[in-house]
């Protein structure tokens, strides 16, 4: 293991999935931080897979949605300081555009889950408001 001089950030990926309908997905946290309130799907990537994967996985694991990488778009990545009260955080956020609503049901550190019209969003954590108004542009 190799002795590292600079600080690593975090790194997470997040998903913004919508219907074709006008709605996106989102999940319901059930931990902290911004325990209860509502946000993408996504979180950590784990040392042993590629960004897309982690995407993928997370996508899967709190929406019990299947994706593939190939339909990952990518929005952008996001790093601004401050973006997530754990410490320093920077993201990759895909879309994924789906044709219809499908269902899906909360799993992994999802309390909920739920199709909302992008005209009514709620407040959402993090960054998530300027990630779902970038992908969905």
Avoid: N
């Avoid at 998903?15 to 993408?40: E, S």
């Avoid at 019990?64 to 956020?93: C, H, K, M, N």
């Avoid at 739920?114 to 998530?128: K, N, V, Y």
């Amino acid at each position: 293991m190799y002795s590292y001089e600079y600080p690593r950030p975090m790194l997470t990926a997040d998903c913004v999935v919508t219907d074709g309908h006008g709605h996106v997905l989102l999940v319901q946290r059930g931990r902290d931080p911004f325990r209860g309130q509502w946000a993408l799907p996504g979180g950590f990537m784990e040392m042993d897979e590629t960004i897309e994967h982690c995407a993928v996985r997370e996508l899967q694991e709190e929406t019990g949605i299947t994706a593939d990488e190939r339909q990952l778009r990518l929005v952008g990545v996001y790093s601004a300081p401050g973006r997530d009260p754990r410490g320093r955080t920077v993201t990759a956020a895909y879309h994924i555009a789906l044709t219809s609503t499908i269902a899906a049901s909360a799993g992994d550190d999802a309390a909920a889950l739920r199709w909302w019209p992008l005209s009514q969003l709620p407040p959402l954590a993090f960054d998530h408001a300027a990630i779902v108004a970038d992908a969905t542009k």
